[in-house]
């Protein structure tokens, strides 16, 4: 097992053989044992540069190989080829996937249904909230919420999953020994522990602007559809979203005011025939028969058996001081000290109890957004 997994890995390592041509290499050869064994007039046959066919019998590669699995090894990652029975099923559809993903948390994640949710790195106080309400929603009948890990909406989609102790994926951009932004070290090993995180990059290698694309094609490839939450003109969601198109993946987003730089993608996609989303149902809609019957019956299976916990009852001042917040902006505690008219004493005790009663969450600088 480890030396088959070796030449997948030594394959993936080999420079000048992208995802498109090690794919090429495999339906040829048949194996990449096969690939390092074919002679150097076989490998010019089928169309490689000399020094691409030489990089292939120097032993370089299985060297590196052998280098990159035992740093996984200490990471505690796994390697999955792309004939593993555990390699995201829609992945291998797409026109170049990578022939191996290196995973770390709990890999049977990849088998299950998948969708994404990006957005921009700079959202709106409501974009955020409505992608932890989209991915808590989903992720809680059963979808694995797929994201790139990064600041804003994607972090968001993973928050949102995790809260609901559903199933996460994060798709680095980077090897799995950086975490990327650095500020979500926390949430990497929350999402270890309740998804996996995923990478087709080796250990070491950096957060380059070049990786990222490849990046977007995993994360739309391995999923059924990509919700998008925000995004300007110039944004790599939007990237997502096209490859998401040409994968023949369902497309969605949730739209925005037309005055906001952020609604431009959305709204775009929407104008371009997405699927205009308002909440979990509208995805559920569009997904194959088999995965939408399977989250409708586990619906109603849970309405007489497990009821939704009711929401905690609010008493008069909570309730005002709940009247004084937004959804789609913040308030900061100045302003509702001036306008609630309470003391700072009793304020903060009325902000943490609808803390903790799940009715509004804390934004940096002491400022505050009602949940949806």
């Known amino acids: 097992m480890r030396a088959d997994a070796r030449d997948w890995v030594a394959l993936s390592l080999v420079t000048g053989v992208g995802s498109r041509t090690a794919g090429r290499l495999l339906e040829h050869f048949g194996s990449p044992t096969d690939v390092f064994a074919a002679s150097r007039s076989e490998l010019q046959a089928f169309g490689l540069e000399d020094e691409v066919i030489d990089r292939i019998h120097s032993g370089e590669p299985r060297q590196q190989a052998d280098e990159e699995l035992a740093k996984l090894g200490r990471l505690g990652a796994e390697v999955l080829t792309f004939e593993d029975p555990r390699y995201p099923p829609l992945l291998r559809r797409i026109y170049d996937p990578p022939i191996v993903l290196y995973a770390l948390g709990q890999v049977d994640v990849l088998t299950a249904p998948t969708l994404a949710i990006v957005g921009t790195r700079r959202p709106s106080p409501y974009g ?11 992720a809680g ?26 199933r996460t994926i994060a798709v680095f951009g980077t090897g799995l020994d950086i975490v990327y932004p650095r500020e979500h070290r926390a949430l990497a090993e929350e999402i270890r522990q309740q ?39 110039q944004s790599g969601s939007l990237i997502t979203a096209r490859l998401a198109l040409e994968q023949d993946r369902e497309v969605f987003a949730v739209p925005g005011p037309i005055t906001s730089p952020r609604s431009y993608g959305p709204n775009y996609l929407i104008k371009c025939g997405a699927k205009l989303v308002q909440y979990w149902r509208d995805v559920v809609e569009e997904l194959p028969v088999d995965v939408r019957k399977e989250i409708l019956r586990r619906e109603s299976e849970a309405t007489p058996s497990a009821p939704v916990q009711p929401e905690l009852p609010l008493d008069e001042h ?25 003391a700072v004493p009793e304020l903060m005790r009325i902000l943490l109890e609808l803390e903790v009663k799940d009715r509004i969450r804390q934004l940096p600088g002491k400022q505050f957004v009602k949940k949806l």
């Open 128 to 138: 955020v909230n409505v992608a932890m309400g989209l991915a808590r929603d989903l």
């Open 141 to 166: 009948r059963g979808l694995a919420i797929v994201s790139g890990f990064a600041r804003g909406i994607d972090a968001a989609a993973h928050r949102g999953a995790l809260e609901a102790k559903g």
């Open 318 to 342: 909570e309730q005002r001081v709940l009247e004084l917040l937004r959804f789609d902006a913040p308030t900061h505690i100045d302003e509702l000290l001036l306008r609630s008219g309470l």
């Open 195 to 233: 998804g996996v995180l995923l990478t087709e990059f080796p250990i070491g290698v950096s957060p380059l602007p070049q990786n990222f694309p490849f990046r977007n094609r995993i994360i739309s490839g391995m999923s059924l559809g990509v919700v998008v939450v925000e995004a300007a003109q």
